[in-house]
């Protein structure tokens, strides 16, 4: 269980010239405004505050943020007003408390195809990474005490868990959070194939580790022969839904899967990674069609290593990942990794670097949803002058011309700023744009040129025999309506 003081300490090694006074000031607040309250599971509410708290200080965020996660539920769960936090703690802070409360009111209910628009939605609700981050250390806390819920509702949050968080988790480059969350979430989705995967990994890991045990020495010293300094060599085991997805993908063959426990090899600078695999390739044949060089070209959440795998002591298949601990850094804290080199280090050298060091991807076969991803690695790789400019460009602001909005089916139609409820009727289908004769929002009627907002539900009536307008011209946004009116007036 996390407490406070132990926040305190992990912020300060952090964080040595900073005064973490706000941090304990919020833990009070907090602590005094739950006071009453308990957990379902029956723990005291602030240890769920607490937990969340302690999870952004491990990604290193900022004092503001963890006030923020301290401070994450007393809008929705207390009597606190927005005005009482704004006076205590301030806008900023308050921002985030809001924010957090907003996206927490995003729920996914099992449509697979506006899986990838909900996800967007969640980011134009948040506004602010940070909001995002907490609400990752949110759900974290919450899938850890899942047990506590009725069945149904663990059913729907795991779900949710597994569709929208960890995936979002896993573009922000948060690769140890993303892997909890799923792994939490795979107990409840697939309860049987999850006791499965458990039990196979049992035995196999500890005869892995053994070998491994054995072996790593051998390696330090061919490596150390060849004057490679090695900074870390540790064993890491794959996690079970990444196992279980790579299963299936091999038919459950587990044979053809080389990487169950993969050794990765941190050393000081990419010249060094490629010596290593080098050497590495020397002593120990290499499979065909396993090597990869994610450093020359990173994944598309901006993950680099060399990875390859070759027949190693006794035969054995072993994966290797070599890379620098910058590059650790990053594929376990991802953008969060930025705060913590934004100070002190010259944030912007450090990105200067970046740049030089992550050649972009551009290849055409990129599937079109995932183009925001790329905007995203784009934009989190703007150099800023000073920290302050840093805290702006967390707003995410490559979503802040769309808007997302619900059809009565729960479907998430993506459209420009500003877009009104004609927009969104020709969206929906041409025949529906021509006959809208009104509209609901959030089961009001309103106007047709009304400007939409994120996560409002949107219904259209129809009239048979109703014809366009052209005066829809005169506020409608997307192209598709545009020009729909356009023919249809030149037609008749
Ligand atoms: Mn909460």
């Known amino acids: 269980m996390s407490n406070i003081q132990q926040i305190i300490n992990e912020f300060k090694k ?31 509410y602030i240890y769920h505050c607490l937990d969340t708290a302690n999870t952004v200080t491990k990604l290193k965020l900022d004092k503001e943020t963890i006030a923020a996660a301290l401070l994450h539920d007393v809008l929705d769960d207390t009597k606190i007003t927005s005005n009482k936090l704004n006076k205590e703690f301030g806008e900023n802070i308050l921002q985030l408390v809001k924010g957090i409360s907003k996206v927490g009111k995003i729920k996914y209910r099992g449509k697979e195809r506006m899986v990838e628009n909900l996800r967007k939605l969640f980011l134009a609700m948040a506004k602010d990474i940070r909001v995002i981050l907490i609400k990752f250390a949110d759900r974290l806390h919450n899938m850890k005490t899942l047990d506590a819920l009725p069945k149904e509702k663990q059913k729907r949050i795991a779900l949710e868990t597994l569709e929208i968080y960890a995936p979002l988790a896993y573009r922000l480059g948060i690769g140890d959070v993303k892997g909890q969350l799923e792994d939490l979430s795979f107990a409840y989705v ?10 196979q990994t049992k035995d196999r890991y500890s005869r892995r580790k053994e ?27 794959k996690r079970a ?8 993908r091999y038919d459950m063959d587990w ?92 944030f912007k050298n450090f990105i200067k670097e970046k740049l030089l060091k992550h050649p972009v991807k551009k290849e055409k076969d990129i599937e079109k949803e995932l183009l925001w991803v790329q905007q995203l690695r784009e934009w989190q790789k703007e150099t800023f002058a000073s920290p302050q400019e840093f805290l702006d460009s967390l707003k995410i602001d490559f979503l802040k011309d769309r808007i997302f909005v619900f059809t009565p089916k729960g479907d998430i139609i993506d459209l420009p700023e500003g877009a009104t409820p004609i927009d969104f009727a020709y969206q929906i289908h041409s025949d529906i744009g021509d006959q809208c004769a009104g509209a609901k929002i959030n089961g009001k009627l309103s106007s047709i040129s009304e400007p939409l907002q994120n996560g409002q539900m949107i219904e259209i009536m129809i009239q048979k025999n109703k ?26």
């Open 14 to 44: 952090n964080h040595p010239l900073d005064d973490p006074k706000i941090i304990i000031k919020a833990y009070e607040f907090a602590l005094d405004a739950h006071k009453d309250q308990k957990r379902k599971s029956g723990e005291d």
């Open 190 to 199: 697939h309860p049987k194939e999850y006791q499965e995967i458990i039990k």
């Open 211 to 237: 070998y491994l045990q054995k072996t790593i020495p051998l390696i330090k010293k061919t490596l150390g022969k060849k004057g490679i300094r090695v900074i870390e060599i540790h064993a890491r085991t």
């Open 241 to 248: 839904y990444s196992l279980y997805k790579k299963l299936l």
């Open 255 to 346: 044979h053809k899967i080389y990487d169950l426990i993969a050794l990765r090899i941190i050393v000081p600078d990419i010249e060094t990674c490629y010596a290593t695999l080098g050497i590495i390739h020397k002593k120990w044949k290499p499979l065909i069609g396993r090597i990869k060089d994610y450093i020359a070209i990173p994944k598309s959440n901006g993950y680099q290593s060399l990875h390859t795998t070759v027949f190693c002591q006794e035969g054995k298949i072993i994966e290797f990942q070599i890379r620098t601990p910058e590059m650790h850094q990053e594929s376990e804290y991802g953008i969060a990794a930025h705060w913590h080199y934004s100070e002190g280090k010259g």
């Open 467 to 492: 014809k366009p307008n052209m005066d829809w011209l005169k506020f409608v946004k997307t192209n598709q309506a545009k020009n729909r009116i356009k023919t249809w007036n030149r037609r008749n």
